[in-house]
């Protein structure tokens, strides 16, 4: 069974770093895998979504990677700001019905 | 403003008072869904519906229903609501697997 692990659940870092966010599924066969943000109070909003064929995905200031074989994607932000504080989760999609299998999130804070 | 809306965004009830969760989007996607997020669980799929009048159960499906008359909306309703119920919930939906998820709002439900 697909089980998705997110390391650290929690991380705190000062304004302007750059930081990587760990997520590691247990099956490599997957559609994709999908990074999402949580705002307190708000729904998610999708961040980046790389098909199993591709390794990697860029949407401004973050870079989403894939790497299958060893069941790990990383989300890296660079120049990290305040605004950016948020938990981030992370999701496969396991078969043709859309199906997606969550991580537990990483509460991301940064520090002014 | 493509959109993913539900609706009531809070909601305190008793157990056995059956409720329904609205859930409407304005992008006409094809798949649409029901999740639930609860701390240290993560988001868990309740229901899913590849397309008018199609359903089917995901992985937390008990005490929960669902329907699918029209594209736009996709209701949740619980018959007879207990306090493990007592949740966020999100809808959301999507074109296919190679477009990203739309989450609505959320709503939270206690159940006393």
């Known amino acids: 069974k697909q089980e998705v692990t997110q390391i650290p659940a929690a991380l705190s870092v000062p304004e302007g770093e750059n930081l990587v966010l760990n997520c590691s599924f247990t099956?490599?066969?997957?559609?994709?895998l999908q990074w999402f943000r949580q705002d307190p109070g708000k729904g998610l909003t999708s961040l980046l979504l790389?098909?199993?064929s591709q390794r990697e995905q860029t949407s401004g200031r973050l870079n989403a990677s894939l790497d299958k074989s060893s069941g790990r994607s990383t989300l890296y932000i660079a120049a990290s700001q305040p605004g950016d504080s948020a938990t981030y989760l992370c999701?496969?999609?396991?078969?043709?019905?859309?199906?997606?299998?969550w991580g537990a999130g990483t509460k991301l804070i940064i520090k002014p | 403003e493509a959109q993913v809306t539900q609706n009531p965004r809070y909601l305190i009830t008793v157990t056995g008072k059956k409720l329904t969760v609205t859930c409407s989007q304005n992008?006409?996607?094809?798949?649409m869904s029901w999740y639930r997020q609860d701390p240290g669980l993560g988001l868990r799929q309740i229901y899913y519906?590849?397309?008018?009048?199609?359903?089917d159960k995901g992985d937390v499906p008990e005490g929960y229903k669902v329907s699918r008359k029209e594209k736009r909306n996709f209701p949740l309703i619980l018959e007879s609501p207990s306090p493990n119920q007592t949740s966020l919930y999100f809808c959301?939906?999507?074109?296919?697997?190679?477009?990203?998820?739309?989450f609505g709002p959320g709503t939270r439900l206690t159940v006393t």
């Open positions: 099956d490599s066969a997957i559609y994709n």
């Open positions: 959301a939906s999507r074109m296919d697997s190679s477009y990203e998820q739309y």
């Open positions: 519906s590849m397309n008018v009048e199609v359903t």
């Open positions: 999701a496969v999609e396991v078969d043709s019905n859309y199906q997606l299998i």
């Open positions: 992008m006409n996607h094809e798949y």
């Open positions: 790389i098909q199993s």
